[in-house]
């Protein structure tokens, strides 16, 4: 494995625990052939999560790196699954989370981050 991979999956496993703590049970779906790098379905017994499941992309850069023409790609996919899309990314040694279609959209108008 090189190690662009390794540093890739060792994010999303990082990822994947914070969503853990707040409640929800995550599914990783290695090597990004999937519409997502980790499915997040929330735990009907915790009344602060929403409804629906999170479609989560992961791209360990900055934020301002990423793609808009994938954002927009990704936004469609979550909104035919009824889905809240998530994009996870690095400030520095930092996670930034981008979490809904509003966050999402204001990232596309100008990478305003949450």
Do not use: W
């Given at each position: 494995m090189?190690?662009?991979?390794?540093a890739g999956k060792n994010f999303e496993y990082?990822?994947?625990?914070?969503?853990e703590k707040e409640g929800y049970y995550v599914v990783r779906t290695a090597g990004s052939k999937g519409i997502?790098?980790?499915v997040a379905i929330p735990n009907r017994e915790n009344d602060f999560l929403p409804e629906l499941a999170l479609l989560i992309?992961?791209?360990?850069?900055?934020?301002?790196?990423?793609?808009?023409r994938e954002i927009r790609k990704f936004l469609e996919t979550a909104s035919k699954y009824k889905a809240i899309p998530v994009l996870a990314?690095?400030?520095?040694?930092?996670?930034?989370?981008?979490?809904g279609e509003d966050a999402l959209n204001d990232f596309l108008l100008g990478g305003k981050k949450k």
């Amino acid at each position: 494995m090189n190690k662009r991979y390794i540093a890739g999956k060792n994010f999303e496993y990082k990822v994947k625990e914070h969503y853990e703590k707040e409640g929800y049970y995550v599914v990783r779906t290695a090597g990004s052939k999937g519409i997502a790098d980790l499915v997040a379905i929330p735990n009907r017994e915790n009344d602060f999560l929403p409804e629906l499941a999170l479609l989560i992309q992961c791209k360990k850069m900055s934020y301002k790196k990423v793609s808009k023409r994938e954002i927009r790609k990704f936004l469609e996919t979550a909104s035919k699954y009824k889905a809240i899309p998530v994009l996870a990314t690095k400030e520095g040694k930092r996670t930034v989370f981008f979490e809904g279609e509003d966050a999402l959209n204001d990232f596309l108008l100008g990478g305003k981050k949450k």
